[in-house]
């Protein structure tokens, strides 16, 4: 199953644009913690749509490495959104999607859904908050 969730997370690469504001998105765009919300109702999963609430739909975890990571983990990091408080985890304002195989997938802002290695998330300091692992019981 997670591995079918990031499959579907890769299959919108090159087609979904990003857009920040509600309004704004459309079937062909969302933002970074609308594409693990996207991916899991095609599957029939149910995700809460706002990123405040994503944030507590999951179980933080301690990871010593790469290889720590399962697919559809949630890599959280600090952006313009923010993620710059003292609360690392809570204070996230980035959503990456492991894939499991040592790389991660996010919707940018000008490049659209984008892979890259997890390790250039996961090693930076200044921006990285910390694992989810999703619930992903609730079904549609």
């Known amino acids: 199953m997670l591995e079918q969730l990031v499959a579907t997370v890769r299959g919108y690469k090159g087609i979904l644009k990003y857009s920040f504001r509600r309004e704004e998105r459309s079937a062909m765009s969302d933002n970074c913690f609308g594409l693990p919300v996207r991916a899991a109702r095609r599957h029939g999963i149910w995700l809460p749509p706002d990123f405040d609430r994503l944030l507590e739909w999951g179980k933080a975890i301690e990871i010593g490495s790469v ?4 697919p ?21 304002g980035h959503l990456y999607i492991a894939t499991g195989e040592e790389t991660v997938i996010h919707l940018a802002s000008k490049a659209g859904v984008t892979e890259v290695m997890a390790v250039s998330v ?3 300091s200044l921006i990285f ?8 019981s609730h079904r549609v």
């Open 67 to 70: 290889n720590d990571l399962q």
């Open 72 to 92: 559809f983990d949630w890599v959280l990091t600090a952006s313009w959104w923010g993620g710059y408080s003292r609360d690392r985890l809570k204070d996230a």
């Open 122 to 124: 996961l090693e930076n």
């Open 129 to 136: 908050r910390g694992v989810l692992r999703p619930n992903l």
